[in-house]
T-cell receptor
Framework: AQKITQTQPGMFVQEKEAVTLDCTYD???????LFWYKQPSSGEMIFLIY??????QNATEGRYSLNFQKARKSANLVISASQLGDSAMYFC?????????????FGKGTHLIIQP | GAGVSQSPSNKVTEKGKDVELRCDPI?????LYWYRQRLGQGLEFLIY????????KSGLPSDRFSAERTGESVSTLTIQRTQQEDSAVYLC?????????????FGSGTQLSVL
């Protein structure tokens, strides 16, 4: 069964610093993808970035990049030059099929707080 | 529509009452998902639809929960005889297909409070 682990319940980071949010996963699928979502205090889940397991390069989207290490089964999110607006919950997710379920399996999340 | 729309945004109900939560997915999205998020927790998968079909309902927490979808549009999640443990945010999401590289687009959720 798929499993997503985010080991950092909370993080405090100074504005303009880079921050790395950890995510490790376990899957028996040979081909899969990893997603990161941001959930600000408003509650909506906002898609940030996607990495396919067979993509040759690590995904990047503006200030977001993925440090994808397939052999270690980790897909850490890196936010460069953090901003106050980056304060939110961040969830790593893995597509899940099985037992009638579908969609994405989410980790427990990391609460990131950017300090001025 | 431009995005996934959920209504109501907030619902306060008394224990034992029935509630109905609504989700309007993005037009053309065939897959629709319901999740539950308790305070400070991650997302718990409830049920998904491919078109108007829900292949398996085993993710629903109890037989008090049911869901329907009309064609490839509106879905409703119904909770009968609500309990305090049902208090949570209920999130709906849709995607163009069930392909594993398809991102999910989420609504803003319905905050359900059972007194």
């Amino acid at each position: 069964a798929q499993k997503i682990t985010q080991t950092q319940p909370g993080m405090f980071v100074q504005e303009k610093e880079a921050v790395t949010l950890d995510c490790t996963y376990d899957t028996s699928d040979q081909s899969y993808g990893l997603f990161w979502y941001k959930q600000p205090s408003s509650g909506e889940m906002i898609f940030l970035i996607y990495q396919g397991s067979y993509d040759e390069q690590n995904a990047t989207e503006g200030r977001y990049s993925l440090n994808f290490q397939k052999a270690r089964k980790s897909a850490n999110l890196v936010i460069s030059a953090s901003q106050l607006g980056d304060s939110a919950m961040y969830f790593c997710a893995l597509p899940f099929r099985g037992g009638g379920a579908d969609g994405l399996t989410f980790g427990k999340g990391t609460h990131l707080i950017i300090q001025p | 529509g431009a995005g996934v729309s959920q209504s109501p945004s907030n619902k306060v109900t008394e224990k034992g009452k029935d509630v109905e939560l609504r989700c309007d997915p993005i037009s053309g999205h065939t897959a629709l998902y319901w999740y539950r998020q308790r305070l400070g927790q991650g997302l718990e998968f409830l049920i998904y639809f491919q078109g108007n079909s829900a292949p398996d309902k085993s993710g629903l927490p109890s037989d008090r929960f049911s869901a329907e979808r009309t064609g490839e549009s509106v879905s409703t999640l119904t909770i009968q005889r609500t309990q305090q443990e049902d208090s949570a945010v209920y999130l709906c999401a849709s995607s163009r297909s069930r392909a594993t590289n398809e991102k999910l687009f989420f609504g803003s959720g319905t905050q359900l409070s059972v007194l």
